[in-house]
């Protein structure tokens, strides 16, 4: 009997000291699990915002409040902010097709090359859109132009032609020197009826 009992003592020290290291294995395993979730949680708001997929990046940012019991107040409101600047490109760009439409002797020609929107920061309402594009003349033959356009209080304004080098130059520099700006390449699937 005594030999039972101490056999069954030493099976439940075993038995505690075994769940014990389980529960600590455990604890491990969540938190690491909960650590590559935040971190999961971070790199999908950082791809959403990088598509400008505004509205997803603020529904991680829910998820990720939950993980970390914080609200992310500030980070929503500048994506928002984000939001609410890129639909008034999004306007913008539509107009000027507009534009191209009521011009053009073919609009159905009309080919769009590239569309960069030039802004220091979200809250600029003065910025520019340059416009690389062809569409067939009177002649018959695809003329190529580049178009400096330029936005006051969100609302668009004239246009100023501009040359092949200087659409280039335009380019090159900024590529270089503005990657902290919100100046980005216009997606042109976003354009109705193009």
């Not at 075994?18 to 935040?38: L, P, R």
């Not at 600047?85 to 159905?108: G, M, S, T």
């Amino acid at each position: 009997m005594k030999k039972i009992s101490i056999f069954i003592l030493c099976l439940c020290l075993f038995l505690v000291a075994c769940s014990n290291e389980v529960e600590k294995v455990d604890g491990q395993t969540n938190s690491e699990k909960t650590e590559k979730s935040i971190l999961s949680l971070v790199k999908e708001i950082n791809n959403y915002e990088a598509n400008k997929d505004y509205t997803q990046a603020i529904e991680v940012y829910e998820e990720l409040g939950d993980l970390t019991n914080n609200n992310y107040e500030k980070e929503k409101g500048r994506l928002k902010e984000k939001e609410k600047a890129y639909k008034n490109d999004i306007r913008i760009v539509n107009e000027i097709k507009e534009h191209f439409d009521e011009a053009l002797f073919n609009p159905e020609s009309l080919q769009l090359h590239k569309i960069y929107i030039d802004k220091s920061s979200i809250e600029d309402e003065d910025y520019k859109i340059f416009i690389d594009y062809s569409a067939m003349n009177k002649m018959g033959g695809f003329a190529r132009e580049y178009l400096d356009w330029d936005v006051k209080n969100n609302v668009l304004q004239n246009f100023t032609q501009i040359d092949a080098e200087q659409f280039k130059q335009y380019m090159d520099i900024n590529r270089k020197y503005n990657s902290n700006s919100d100046s980005y390449e216009f997606d042109k699937s976003l354009i109705k009826d193009l």
